[in-house]
C-alpha cells in the first residue's frame, strides 16, 4: 500500500526558512510526478510545487522565487525548501503524488503544519 509521509513542519518568523520532506514507501515510483499542496485555516486547498520523474518543476506564483523543490528518485523522497516565507505562508502542507496528473493526485501525505509570524 502506498504510503506518503511528510515531515519538517513548525514554526518560523517572517523572512525565516522551513524545509519540508516527504517520504514514499510501498510501490514503485518511477515516473511519478510528487508536488506539495497546502491548506490554510478557512481556505481550500491550493496547489503549490510540482516536480516531476526528470527533475522539471513549476511553482504557484505565490510561492515562485521563493521555494525550492527537490526529489532523490533513488530513495523516493522529495523535499520544498521554503525560503523568505510570510504569514500568509502559513498552512497545513500536504505532500502528493500521481502518476499521471500531480494536480489532481492520487496519493497524499498526512500532513504538517507550517506556522510563520510576523
Known amino acids: 500500500q502506498v504510503q506518503l509521509v511528510d515531515t519538517g513542519g513548525g514554526l518560523a518568523q517572517a523572512g525565516g526558512s522551513l524545509r519540508l520532506s516527504c517520504a514514499a514507501s510501498?510501490?514503485?515510483?518511477?515516473?511519478?510526478?510528487m508536488g506539495w499542496f497546502r491548506q490554510a485555516p478557512g481556505k481550500e486547498r491550493e496547489f503549490v510545487a510540482q516536480?516531476?520523474?526528470?527533475?522539471?518543476?513549476n511553482f504557484a506564483d505565490s510561492v515562485k522565487g521563493r521555494f525550492a523543490i527537490s526529489r532523490d528518485n533513488a530513495k523516493n523522497t522529495m523535499s520544498l525548501h521554503m525560503n523568505s516565507l510570510k504569514p500568509e505562508d502559513t498552512a497545513v502542507y500536504y505532500c502528493?503524488?500521481?502518476?499521471?496528473?500531480?494536480?489532481?493526485?492520487?496519493?497524499w501525505g498526512q500532513g504538517t503544519q507550517v506556522a510563520v509570524s510576523s
Open positions: 502528493a503524488a500521481d502518476p499521471q496528473n500531480i494536480r489532481s493526485p492520487r496519493y
Open positions: 510501498g510501490g514503485t515510483f518511477r515516473g511519478y510526478a
Open positions: 516536480i516531476n520523474w526528470r527533475g522539471s518543476t
